[in-house]
């Protein structure tokens, strides 16, 4: 059965499986807040061993696809300013949580024109090589993306995402099942994918992503200013976008404008890490 959680099978037990999950709902501070100060509080109602397990089979499925297509670490150089980049970022993370060092990290370069990157919870990082070749990235603007998707992982976003999904999903089964429409199931691992790449992240969720995701970098010694010039190449390159009311992600110009701000605001950790 691997992964898959089953919901029920008629309306009694789901109802009853959704009165055991309400007060399994725990409300908790996944991160510090930083010097950006990232402090909201977020319900879970899946566990940590739970989604790990699922971002890690899902994890290795993407990998072995990409091998089995000959896609996986083509191009060593780019696989090595990927990996140094990641680990510089990863050495820091303690500032915003003490175990982040210790995950078990993972990290490839994936032959694709998609500019693109993601990681998945617990620290499973995939980087596509359209970030080199259409956007040709420095090593601060790679900094600049990866401390972003490091920092959806640190606030495990996709944790907090898939506990949402799942509690919509028990909703639906509950009316399913009163309705005659049978059983309903969550596969965990296809469910961390579809937070992680397969839909978009909320307005919130992105400005709390831009915000550590700078500290990082400067934490780091990379330049916070790079996700500027960062996000400056991807408006030329991304084509039309819809304004920001229409949006899950901020618009361009706010965007830009708030990334100024952090930016600013952790220039001198940046500096300190340049001088050590």
Same mark, same amino acid.
């Given at each position: 059965?691997?992964?898959?959680?089953?919901i029920?099978?008629?309306?009694?037990?789901?109802?009853?499986l959704?009165?055991?999950?309400?007060?399994?709902?725990?409300?908790?501070?996944?991160?510090?807040a930083?010097?950006?100060?990232?402090?909201?509080?977020?319900?879970?109602?899946?566990?940590?061993?739970?989604?790990?397990?699922?971002?890690?089979?899902?994890?290795?499925?993407?990998?072995?696809?990409?091998?089995?297509?000959g896609?996986?670490?083509?191009?060593? /150089?780019?696989?090595?300013? +990927?990996?140094? #980049? @990641? &680990?510089?970022?990863? *050495?820091?993370?303690? %500032?915003?949580?003490?175990?982040?060092?210790?995950?078990?990290?993972?990290?490839?370069?994936?032959?694709?024109?998609?500019?693109?990157?993601?990681?998945?919870?617990?620290g499973?990082?995939?980087?596509?090589t359209?970030?080199?070749?259409?956007?040709?990235?420095?090593?601060?603007?790679?900094?600049?993306v990866?401390?972003?998707?490091?920092?959806?992982?640190?606030?495990?976003?996709?944790?907090?995402?898939a506990?949402?999904?799942?509690?919509?999903?028990?909703?639906?089964?509950?009316?399913?099942a009163?309705?005659?429409?049978?059983?309903?199931?969550?596969?965990?691992?296809?469910?961390?994918?579809?937070?992680?790449?397969?839909?978009?992240?909320s307005?919130?969720?992105e400005?709390? /992503?831009?915000r550590?995701? +700078?500290?990082l #970098? @400067? &934490?780091?010694?990379? *330049?916070?200013?790079a %996700?500027?010039?960062l996000?400056?190449?991807?408006?030329?390159?991304?084509?039309?976008?819809?304004?920001?009311?229409?949006?899950?992600h901020?618009?361009?110009?706010?965007?830009i404008?708030?990334?100024?701000?952090?930016?600013?605001?952790?220039?001198?950790?940046?500096?300190?890490?340049?001088?050590?």
């Amino acid at each position: 059965m691997g992964n898959r959680l089953f919901i029920g099978r008629c309306g009694l037990p789901l109802l009853v499986l959704w009165t055991l999950m309400l007060p399994a709902c725990q409300t908790v501070q996944t991160t510090r807040a930083g010097a950006v100060g990232v402090e909201r509080k977020q319900a879970m109602l899946l566990s940590v061993d739970q989604v790990n397990r699922g971002a890690d089979q899902a994890y290795r499925q993407t990998i072995a696809e990409a091998a089995k297509k000959g896609t996986l670490n083509r191009n060593s /150089a780019q696989v090595s300013r +990927v990996r140094a #980049a @990641a &680990r510089r970022l990863i *050495d820091v993370t303690g %500032a915003f949580r003490g175990d982040a060092p210790g995950w078990r990290w993972e990290v490839n370069v994936i032959t694709s024109p998609d500019v693109n990157a993601w990681c998945m919870p617990g620290g499973k990082v995939a980087v596509y090589t359209g970030l080199f070749e259409r956007l040709n990235a420095t090593d601060d603007e790679l900094a600049a993306v990866l401390g972003h998707e490091i920092a959806h992982a640190l606030r495990e976003h996709g944790r907090e995402r898939a506990s949402q999904q799942m509690a919509q999903g028990v909703a639906i089964g509950i009316l399913g099942a009163a309705a005659g429409l049978g059983e309903a199931g969550v596969d965990l691992a296809q469910l961390v994918a579809n937070v992680t790449y397969g839909l978009p992240n909320s307005r919130e969720f992105e400005r709390e /992503a831009d915000r550590i995701g +700078v500290e990082l #970098a @400067a &934490r780091a010694g990379f *330049d916070p200013r790079a %996700a500027v010039s960062l996000w400056r190449k991807m408006t030329r390159t991304g084509g039309a976008r819809p304004p920001q009311f229409l949006s899950t992600h901020p618009s361009d110009d706010s965007r830009i404008r708030e990334l100024q701000g952090y930016a600013a605001r952790v220039m001198p950790l940046y500096e300190s890490a340049r001088r050590r």
